[in-house]
């Protein structure tokens, strides 16, 4: 696999690792007053904008600035706060979805091999987990991970990552069945579209015939 | 800014998108990633301990993978895999959270609210002021006795990490609050037994199962299931029980199992199953006593040099007194087991060495403080107590007692800085401003001020605005879940620490995430009565999420009510470990052993094992009183077994008579005023310990149709139409849960199994009388006290019917799994 700097540009390669930062931001905890006031600011409107574009996602990223401008930005940390708790917290009247890939693979429990191999790519990428006691296999970490790799140009490891990232398949699904219309709904179908988007970039990047994805879309903007 | 205020881009769109997506979302940097990597963390196997026994954390890079069993186990617990997913388990509780009403208008806001699950995640220095503050508003506002900890559960083994005491530490340093009185297993047995034999004896050695398996005759396991309970211990488990069942059967003990279940013990030991019917246990009794007497099988000349009142009791086992004599006839019409049985068994226990063995579920009913007395009765008219493998014992089924104990010093553990000296159970240590009975929390909720007669004395009930839970499971261990629920709407506050989203913590205003004791350091000693060996229980993984010791916690609350040092002592948690085992160390010495040095005791791979005497492997309960009754007397008022009570007659108890006596249950299989069909057995469950480990991976194993299990006999099912594996409605007027049938004729008819422990799972948490849907058995027991002599709890006093569940099955949704 060729490397990331020989398919995108820098912009574009920075843009992709914020995405993917920004996602496993909006997954780890509810965005507090200070977030919800960015997202709906103009420059939060117009990064959400790039976001949707990269990914192809511009219907995705509507709805989340739908529900971002849903009332007073008060009210909408409240609302994102009591869904990222009834939908990842387990303590609400439905089954919770725990954003860990052990507990989506059918290895049985939390921390199983998954956050093992999560750590191991962490450790390759010479960097560590700064957040106390968070399992590697977080999806939070793991987009963080790939944010990484694509900084360090690191194909490699982002080939892994991605692999790694399969289980989001059953979560955003599950996801997107329990909040439809809803804003995790929507980061969850962005999480798909972010892994099909690079993807579709490593495919590109083995095929040497079309011109690459990825120049292709970064030429439409 | 809102949305309607935003202002047209002034920066060309392209330029602002290049490197600038998580400066527009207002992403200061993410704080995920630090540069640099860990190292890799510890592999290998790490020694510790649980209340399932001594094992080995399997780790791979600071993961925790296996969990097995010490190879000293004699009988490992298949548990194990279950404690290894409390650890992990998607229900495990990982940040601190506030119900979002509590938090944002106030205590006591929209209680009804409890249970329904809106929490905020706040961080832990917001969720530390917040318990300082409330505590401090509490007893400004209400009185310190407004402060309930009496906090009860089974938490986890260790000297150091004894959430219970530290919770009490904490407050009894920064002031004073409302305590609890005894336990839920023995609530009746413990109050009445010091009038009868002079100690609370439950949590005591019985005979050996070496001294049984060499002269015990005929063993009767009278509502005792070692096989079922001796898998845990209050602290590590040894397993002692199972090698003494074993030694049994190597001996060819005759073995009788009394019992409306045939146990695992029972099948174990191929014994003879006579299954009364439940909670009519008093009066069997007496119909076997009366038989003895009739025919002249008892002991007189024990009865006349060894207990008091034989003489009060016998013209009401006579009838003299009532009326009413205790034939096997009259008792047979009550328990259901033929008079010629009970005569059969009179005779078979009078000439033979006979052992009786009874189980704390016993007692666990209306009236329960009869049956020890009852029971301690008829041993003293067999007249073996005291000789070897006869007589009567109190543990055999739990923690294995009857495991010989070894030579060992005592380990020293944290102290509630109460001041008062703690003998024996830690959990019964007393301290407080008040005290109530432990299972009366929700009377005294409801009813504040009144008064409460306890024990032979007066209690005024305090008013409780706020209860601080750790370590155990109120919203499981309690009967009657309904008027819990009501009363539970009294409280301004309810702060849990746990491991896991349990019921409890689910109803609570303030959850604080603790570690499990796989993720920090302690020391316990293994086996409750076998005290075998002092075993490091290292901490196998650092702590997962945001979860934080309970020691640490209170560290920063008590630091918050400025009390820090005097609650740690400027001690370090090694620190503390290390001083409990130096002075175990002195104490061996004062007894001729000489302990290695901590540092090689904390890197041995090995628990510390200490030696079993000849004397103590052959130990007979009451010997010494046998042999000197006068010099090694009982602690009763008269030094002997106590079969009336002057005492218990001063009180004047109308529910609580000063001798044994058969007394009518408020609802019983076959009870004259009894409304519902079956009763229900509220066991222990076969493969948890209390509610622990029901929110693992290890429930799939047992649950049918993800539902708690229902034993039912053939006959009981067949009559109702229902089939093994049915979703049922298991109902009274308490409340109702669903179940899944198990139909088994390993239960007697008229009877149900549904084993206590079950997660509390309300398909309408705001409704009170929801449906329980994943089947808490405690929905339908009731709440009464056992007399006003102990204030027990009833859990065993259950009438219930059973009928398929027809609609839509509600989901079960209590353990957080993915969909």
């Known amino acids: ?221 | 800014m809102t949305a309607n205020s935003m202002t047209t881009p002034t920066l060309s769109k392209r330029s602002f998108l290049k490197g600038s997506i998580a400066a527009g979302l207002g992403l200061a940097g993410l704080p995920l990633l630090g540069r640099g990597a860990a190292a890799e963390g510890a592999s290998g196997g790490i020694l510790s301990g649980c209340h399932w026994g001594v094992f080995h954390g399997i780790v791979e890079d600071g993961r925790a993978v296996e969990f097995k069993p010490w190879a000293g186990d004699p009988a490992p617990s298949p548990q194990l895999p279950g404690v290894l997913d409390s650890l992990y388990s998607e229900s495990r509780i990982r940040y601190p959270m506030v119900r979002r009403a509590w938090l944002e208008q106030g205590p006591g806001a929209d209680p009804d609210g409890r249970g329904s699950g809106d929490f905020v995640r706040v961080s832990w220095e917001q969720a530390i002021e917040l318990v300082a503050n409330e505590i401090t508003r509490v007893r400004d506002t209400y009185g310190h006795p407004a402060v309930f900890a009496g906090s009860y559960g089974w938490k986890s083994p260790g000297n150091l990490h004894n959430c219970q005491t530290l919770l009490r530490r904490m407050l009894n340093l920064t002031g004073s609050y409302t305590n609890s009185t005894g336990d839920y297993s023995t609530g009746a047995a413990q109050v009445i037994l010091p009038y009868v034999s002079g100690s609370i004896e439950v949590y005591e050695q019985c005979t050996t199962w070496d001294n049984l398996a060499a002269n015990c005759e005929l063993m009767v396991f009278w509502g005792a299931n070692p096989l079922n309970n001796s898998e845990i211990c209050w602290s590590v488990a040894d397993h002692g029980s199972f090698r003494g069942v074993d030694l049994l059967k190597e001996a060819g003990t005759e073995s009788i199992c009394i019992d409306p279940i045939r146990t695992e013990t029972a099948q174990a030991l191929d014994s003879e199953w006579i299954a009364p019917a439940p909670q009519t246990d008093v009066a069997m009794m007496l119909g076997i006593m009366h038989a003895l007497y009739d025919e002249g099988l008892h002991d007189q000349a024990f009865l006349d040099r060894y207990t008091v009142g034989f003489d009060k009791f016998l013209p009401y086992l006579l009838g003299d007194s009532d009326g009413t004599p205790k034939t096997p006839e009259w008792a047979a019409e009550i328990c259901g087991v033929p008079a010629d049985k009970l005569r059969d068994l009179a005779r078979r226990f009078s000439s033979k060495r006979t052992m009786l063995a009874l189980g704390y579920s016993t007692q666990r009913q209306h009236h329960g403080e009869q049956i020890h007395w009852a029971l301690i009765t008829l041993a003293s008219m067999l007249g073996q107590i005291g000789l070897p493998g006869g007589g009567y014992g109190l543990s055999y089924h739990y923690a294995s007692g009857g495991a010989p104990t070894h030579t060992s010093p005592i380990l020293k553990a944290i102290d509630d800085a109460s001041g008062v000296v703690v003998e024996g159970a830690a959990w019964l240590a007393k301290s407080g401003a008040v005290s109530i009975p432990v299972s009366r929390l929700v009377e005294t909720l409801l009813n504040p001020g009144k008064t409460m007669q306890f024990n032979g004395h007066e209690i005024e009930l305090p008013e409780i605005k706020l209860a601080y839970w750790v370590g155990g499971n109120p919203f499981s261990h309690h009967q009657d879940r309904n008027e819990m629920l009501r009363a539970w709407r009294q409280l301004d506050t309810f702060i849990v620490h746990d491991i896991q989203w349990t019921a409890s913590a689910r109803h609570a205003d303030i959850v604080l995430p603790a570690t499990t004791s796989y993720e920090r350091n302690d020391i316990a000693q293994v086996g409750d009565y076998a005290l075998s060996h002092i075993l490091p229980m290292k901490k196998i993984v650092d702590p997962v999420f945001e979860a934080r010791s309970d020691y640490d916690i209170f560290a920063d609350i008590a630091a918050s009510l400025g009390k820090g040092h005097e609650f740690t002592q400027g001690l370090s948690e090694m620190d503390w470990i290390r001083g409990f085992y130096e002075g175990a160390r002195i104490e061996a010495r004062g007894k001729g052993m000489e302990m290695p040095v901590f540092e090689s005791f904390w890197d041995s791979d090995e628990p510390l094992a200490f030696p079993l005497s000849d004397v103590q492997k052959d130990w007979v309960r009451h010997a010494d009183f046998r042999a000197d009754p006068l010099l090694n007397a009982l602690g009763t008022a008269s030094g002997k077994f106590e079969l009336y009570s002057n005492a218990i007659e001063k009180y004047g108890y109308d529910d609580c008579p000063p001798h044994a006596t058969w007394m009518e249950p408020i609802e019983r299989l076959g009870g004259a005023t009894t409304t519902y069909p079956l009763a229900i057995a509220a066991n222990h469950p076969d493969m948890r310990l209390h509610s622990q480990l029901c929110g693992t991976k290890i429930r799939e194993g047992y649950e049918v149709k993800g539902r708690e299990p229902c034993w039912m006999n053939p006959a009981d099912a067949a009559a109702r139409g229902l089939s093994e594996g049915d979703v049922v409605r298991v109902f009274n007027d308490r409340g109702q849960i669903l179940a899944g049938l198990v139909i088994t004729d390993v239960i007697r008819p008229g009877v149900i199994r549904v084993s206590e422990g079950g997660w509390f799972d309300p398909v309408d948490p705001r409704q009170i009388g929801s449906l329980c849907a994943y089947g808490d058995v405690n929905n339908l027991t009731t709440g009464i006290a056992t007399s006003r002599l102990a204030q027990g709890n009833c859990g065993q006093t259950a009438m219930a019917d059973v009928e398929r569940f027809e609609g839509p099955l509600p989901p079960v949704t209590v353990f957080s799994q993915p969909a």
């Open chain 1, 1 to 221: 696999m060729s490397s990331f700097s020989q398919r995108l540009t820098a912009a574009e390669m920075a843009d992709l690792a914020q995405t993917a930062e920004a996602l496993a931001s909006l997954f780890l905890a509810p965005p507090d007053l200070e977030t919800v006031q960015a997202l709906r600011s103009m420059p939060g409107q117009v990064a959400l904008g790039r976001i949707g574009e990269i990914l192809g996602a511009g219907s995705e990223v509507d709805a989340l600035r739908q529900i971002l401008a849903d009332g007073p930005a008060e009210e909408v940390v409240t609302a994102l706060g009591r869904r990222h708790t009834a939908l990842f917290e387990g303590i609400f009247r439905q089954r919770s979805l725990p954003p860990y890939a052990s507990a989506w693979d059918g290895t049985g429990r939390l921390c199983g091999p998954a956050a093992g191999r999560a750590q191991a790519i962490l450790r390759d990428l010479d960097v560590h987990l700064d957040v106390t006691g968070e399992p590697a296999d977080h999806l939070a970490v793991q987009l963080a991970a790939l944010a990484e790799a694509l900084r360090q140009d690191r194909s490699d490891i982002a080939a892994r990552v991605l692999d790694e990232l399969r289980w989001t398949d059953r979560f955003a699904a599950a996801l997107t069945g329990a909040d439809r219309t809803g804003f995790y709904g929507a980061l969850a179908r962005l999480v798909l579209a972010l892994r099909t988007r690079l993807a579709a970039d490593a495919a590109a990047a083995t095929d040497p015939g079309p011109e690459p994805l990825t120049r292709a879309v970064t030429a439409q903007i």
